[in-house]
């Protein structure tokens, strides 16, 4: 699995475990409403906005704990 597929799946997994819609996804950690639907699309982001991204569900995850 390329690094930007693992990105698109724990995204997708995020979303699903929360119960979250795309675009609220995208407004709170991407600042695009469209971000998830464009994901989807074959949309790869670049590698420090997957990070920036990555980090800000971490901080969801641990404030959520």
């Known amino acids: 699995?390329?690094?930007i597929d693992a990105f698109?799946?724990?995204v997708?997994?995020?979303i699903a475990e929360?119960?979250?819609t795309p675009t609220y996804f995208g407004k709170q950690f991407a600042?695009?409403?469209l971000f998830v639907f464009q994901l989807r699309e074959g949309r790869e982001p670049r590698?420090?906005?997957r990070r920036r991204i990555l980090e800000a569900m971490n901080a969801a995850q641990e404030t959520a704990a």
């Open 1 to 3: 699995m390329s690094e």
């Open 8 to 10: 698109k799946s724990t």
């Open 12 to 14: 997708e997994t995020f």
């Open 18 to 20: 929360r119960n979250l």
């Open 31 to 33: 600042g695009d409403p």
């Open 47 to 49: 590698m420090q906005t």
